[in-house]
């Protein structure tokens, strides 16, 4: 289950992989995209609902799956945007890989297969985005540089653990007590916001009230409850897995600041006492939200931010998320890595040339 957590969507995004295709295979390819282009008849006559107190109606249930990188591919310079042929190859590519994809373990030795399970993109509705990046700002379309502190300061986290970075095998793990966990391996939460691509579960759901906006993840079954109308944030003592949320409306589009997150829960290991995400939802077709994030955090990056993700609409409903705290997963691991301290000590002892009995 811990495998599952692990999987980063700059991963994901990036390791996708041109082959051909099999006959079974583009005609599930050729439904999909046929869905993809069904809206856009629908979109000539679309006008924005509103739900009764006047809101943008943003309901429904929307997918963040994507096939684009976070940041720029170097290959395609300051071009922001595919060409049309550009766009549907990588779609297809992105299809096909969502087939072979094991989630950063060997090919031989799989965990867990999302086309068997029904947790595959082409099978949640990821529709062809046209953007190089999801990296808007800079125009580079990619991430600002690290500030020197934050470079020295993830550097130092790399080497010592807490945690096995799954894109790396020969990263570091540290697994002494429960704590040294992820924050995913123990279910507490699994991050966010912004909301980006993930692995697979990347669908939430999105409610109206007069005075609250409720988004529930797929990830987690976690909620974010949005209070609208601009109120001041919580005092800065007060922390959540999420931060502290407050939105509003500007035109046809709900601005969310956020603030006060919780130490070791932030974006992209951020500094929690000096990190603001500013979200931006605009729904701009029927099937369709504009997501855009800006990330503003001078103590970790050296200049604000921003990115956008296409949501998509999906069918619900969301099912649960079935993730228990100090379940098997967290014994197996620290059971895991006794063993594989004893083991370690009893080499150490080996080649030391000095019997085992008398060490």
């Known amino acids: 289950m811990a495998n599952r957590f692990s999987v980063s969507c700059g991963a994901l995004a990036t390791m996708i992989v041109a082959i051909l295709l099999t006959p079974a295979f583009v005609a599930a390819q050729a439904k999909s995209a046929a869905a993809a282009k069904a809206p856009a008849a629908d979109n000539k006559t679309w006008a924005l609902p509103h739900t009764p107190d006047g809101q943008p109606d943003l309901q429904g249930y929307w997918t963040s799956l994507s096939f684009t990188p976070m940041e720029r591919p170097a290959k395609y310079g300051n071009r922001e945007f595919l060409t049309d042929e550009e766009a549907t190859q990588i779609y297809k590519e992105g299809v096909q890989h969502s087939y072979e994809f094991t989630f950063n373990d060997f090919g031989d030795t799989p965990v867990y297969d999302a086309t068997v399970y029904a947790l595959s993109a082409w099978q949640e509705g990821v529709a062809p985005n046209k953007r190089t990046s999801l990296v808007v700002d800079p125009p580079d379309g990619n991430i600002p540089p690290l500030t020197p502190e934050a470079a020295k300061v993830r550097e130092a986290f790399r080497r010592t653990g807490p945690n096995q970075d799954y894109a790396d095998p020969n990263a570091p793990v540290k697994a002494d007590t429960s704590t040294d966990l992820n924050l995913g391996e123990r279910c507490l939460s ?6 980006l691509p993930g692995a697979y579960n990347s669908d939430f759901h999105i409610i109206q009230s007069p005075g609250n906006v409720l988004i529930e993840y797929e990830w987690g079954n976690e909620s974010r409850i949005i209070p609208l109308g601009g109120g001041p944030h919580l005092a800065p003592n007060i922390h959540a897995w999420h931060g502290d949320s407050r939105g509003h409306w500007e035109g046809n589009t709900l601005v969310v600041e956020s603030t006060n997150f919780r130490p070791g829960a932030t974006f992209q290991g951020a500094n929690a006492k000096t990190l603001k995400i500013t979200e931006y939802f605009t729904r701009v077709d029927q099937n369709t939200i504009e997501y855009k994030f800006t990330i503003d955090d001078p103590s970790t990056w050296t200049k604000p931010w921003s990115a956008i993700v296409p949501l998509s609409r999906i069918k619900g ?10 379940n098997n997963d967290a014994v197996n691991i620290l059971a895991g890595a006794r063993a594989a301290d004893k083991a ?15 060490k």
Request: charge should be neutral; proline fraction near 13%.
């Open 190 to 195: 699994f991050g966010g916001p912004p909301i």
């Open 317 to 326: 409903p969301i099912f649960e998320y079935a993730c228990t705290e100090n």
């Open 344 to 358: 370690a000590a009893e080499k150490a002892k080996k080649t030391s040339g000095v019997p085992v009995s008398q």
